[in-house]
């Protein structure tokens, strides 16, 4: 989450919106927030209902041992609730291109 903490300021000169959703606590969460200095909000989808919409929830166990686990992921969505651009990857290591959600973003502001 980093990298998009990082790119923060060139999401909000598009007039984009970064939300982040994880399976953890609220209270897991917001010490999560402190520790990287996440400007966005991190929001708890402990029910998994979320993932489960987005079709991001990992039924079995993932490449680190956990089970139930949300697959890493990035949404692009417009304000009519259309997503625009999808990044889905079943190695947690693997994180997506900055770059390539920016000029996501960039499409859809400009269509």
Aim: hydrophobic share 45%; aromatic share 10%; glycine share 6%.
């Amino acid at each position: 989450m980093s990298q998009f903490r990082d790119a923060y300021d060139r999401f909000r000169e598009l007039g984009a919106q970064v939300l982040a959703i994880g399976l953890d606590s609220i209270f897991a969460h917001k010490a999560f927030l402190r520790e990287l200095q996440l400007p966005f909000p991190l929001l708890s989808d402990l029910a998994r209902e979320v993932a489960t919409v987005y079709g991001v929830l990992n039924p079995g166990v993932d490449a680190r041992g956990y089970k139930g686990a949300i697959i890493r992921s990035v949404f692009v969505v417009n304000q009519t609730g259309t997503i625009c651009y999808r990044y889905i990857s079943e190695d947690p290591a693997q994180l997506p291109d900055v770059e390539e959600v920016l000029e996501a973003v960039r499409e859809v502001v400009e269509a």
